[in-house]
Nanobody, 127 residues
Framework: QVQLAESGGGSVQAGGSLRLSCSGP????????MGWFRQAPGKAREAVAR??????????WHHDSVKGRFTISQDNAENTIYLQMNSLKPEDTAMYYC??????????????????RGQGTQVTVSA
């Protein structure tokens, strides 16, 4: 279900930065997992970063291709998920989606199969 909304996408030159935000009814008090994934034209969906909140599996994960450049964070007071993207590269160009899930097994579920997601925000990085 589309119960989240992303913002912050845009066009930047390589080396630039963007900060994506995600909020909406899909961010609930019982949310156990949240994250960002992306899809470029003609390519498969790719997990970018996620936070697993469940007490037994708490953790923050970033894909190897974005480690050291991207940082996922959450603000419970604002019910918002962020993705800070620095040192952007042309290969980061894609539609970026956020997603959340409240199921106990969500740490083992791909983000594109989460309960709730947004409609995406486009990120374009030029060389």
């Amino acid at each position: 279900q589309v119960q989240l909304a992303e913002s912050g996408g845009g066009s930047v030159q390589a080396g630039g930065s963007l900060r994506l935000s995600c909020s909406g009814p899909g961010y609930r008090s019982n949310t156990n997992c949240m994250g960002w994934f992306r899809q470029a034209p003609g390519k498969a969906r790719e997990a970018v970063a996620r936070i697993n909140i469940g007490s037994e599996r708490y953790g923050i994960w970033h894909h190897d291709s974005v480690k050291g450049r991207f940082t996922i964070s959450q603000d419970n007071a604002e019910n918002t998920i962020y993705l800070q993207m620095n040192s952007l590269k042309p290969e980061d160009t894609a539609m970026y989606y956020c997603a959340t899930d409240s199921r106990a097994n969500c740490p083992t579920v791909p983000m594109w199969d989460f309960n709730y997601r947004g409609q995406g925000t486009q990120v374009t990085v030029s060389a």
